[in-house]
């Protein structure tokens, strides 16, 4: 998964966890791990590790590498992206 998010006014209302567990039903029979890379965000890291999910690897420098301007996140600079994994 990349590049999911509920708009302000829905978040924390279980919206994207309701997402996470359909993806979950619905691909368990033809995958074995549900992946998602993100940001090494306050916000996010802490949902994914509630939803089930482990974190697996790391690729260093990502979000510098990547993108021609730094990007932010609750106040944070994003670097690196952070894989998670989930086993379906």
């Known amino acids: 998964m990349k590049n999911i998010a509920t708009a302000p006014e829905y978040q924390g209302k279980g ?3 309701k997402l996470i567990e ?4 619905e691909y368990k029979n033809t995958y074995a791990i549900l ?9 996010t890291i802490p949902f994914y590790e509630k939803c089930g999910f ?3 690897h790391i690729i260093k420098n990502f979000f510098t590498d990547n993108y021609d301007h730094p990007i932010f996140e609750c106040g944070v600079q ?3 992206m952070i894989y ?3 086993k379906l």
Request: zero cysteines.
């Open 15 to 17: 919206y994207a966890k």
């Open 22 to 25: 359909y993806l979950v039903a």
């Open 35 to 43: 992946q998602v890379g993100t940001g090494d965000s306050p916000l």
């Open 54 to 56: 482990i974190r697996h």
């Open 78 to 80: 994003l670097v690196d």
């Open 84 to 86: 998670l994994q989930r």
